[in-house]
């Protein structure tokens, strides 16, 4: 394997939000992680103690740097506030409830530089070795949220047997790994989402900017999935049925017409009723 210098640092991008119960593991794996020269945490005004176990990092590594924001802006200000606070050619957003390996990021690394312009995903795992479907992804199909509502969030691929790396058309913003040059091309995370589907919004204009978006079928990563979310479930529900019609207005919306659009509509508030209503029952 290359080393740090040959092939290009790599800064890790960690944005928190009550996150105290796995970050202090995270940072632990990301400083012993091969090639990561710089560690930038974002924190979104957490109230757990992240914050003080982020400093304790920070004291005993150069690498690591926090930026700790009095409110809380969303993931897409984060990862962008972050990414802009460092200098390293390769970036990886982390989340907090994700445990890399020694040689993870190195084996991302080689896979993007054998594979360029691309964005790489991981195969994800949680405590059960249960695989996350969301590690490969189609984009959602509206029309076929009309027509059966439910299935158009079936967005699940299938793993490609013998494939190592291979083509989707979105990953899990779980841990995404790219260039600077590439993610700085396509102006980062859009800001506009404050949570959930802005990782499908980057995948795609990735892909409209004639770059790949692929996983790296053998590179698997344990994911402690939902951490920071389950402070505020009704919040977060919101966030992510608002991101995906956001999502739709920016990618779908224009090529469909009003009746679409308005039935797009209110099957995603719909959806969010019932949502809600199982978060409100459980």
Wanted: glycine share 10%.
């Amino acid at each position: 394997m290359s080393s740090s210098a040959e092939s290009g640092g790599i800064a890790a991008i960690v944005v928190t939000y009550q996150s105290a119960s796995t970050i202090d593991a995270c940072l632990s794996r990301l400083r012993t992680a091969e090639g990561v020269t710089q560690i930038r945490v974002v924190d979104n005004a957490s109230e757990d103690g992240t914050l003080e176990l982020v400093q304790r990092h920070a004291a005993r590594d150069a690498r690591v740097r926090f930026i700790g924001n009095p409110d809380n802006p969303g993931f897409s200000v984060g990862c962008n506030q972050g990414a802009g606070d460092s200098t390293a050619p390769w970036l990886a957003f982390v989340n907090p409830d994700l445990m890399v390996e020694a040689d993870t990021l190195v084996r991302l690394r080689a896979h993007a530089q054998a594979h360029a312009p691309v964005l790489l995903g991981v195969d994800l795992v949680d405590e059960q070795g249960a695989h996350d479907p969301a590690a490969r992804r189609r984009d959602p199909d509206f029309g076929a949220m009309l027509l059966a509502p439910g299935s158009g969030g079936q967005l699940a691929v299938d793993a490609q047997a013998g494939a190592v790396v291979q083509d989707v058309d979105a990953v899990s913003g779980a841990l995404m790994f790219v260039s600077r040059a590439l993610f700085e091309h396509v102006g980062g995370f859009d800001p506009g989402y404050r949570l959930h589907a802005e990782d499908l919004d980057l995948c795609r204009r990735i892909r409209i900017a004639r770059a790949r978006v692929a996983i790296a079928n053998d590179v698997c990563v344990l994911h402690h999935r939902g951490v920071s979310s389950r402070s505020r479930p009704l919040f977060v529900e919101w966030h992510k049925h608002r991101g995906l019609w956001r999502y739709f207005q920016r990618f779908e919306a224009p090529r469909r017409g009003a009746l679409m659009q308005a039935g797009v509509w209110m099957a995603i508030w719909a959806h969010f009723a019932q949502a809600a209503g199982r978060r409100l029952a459980g």
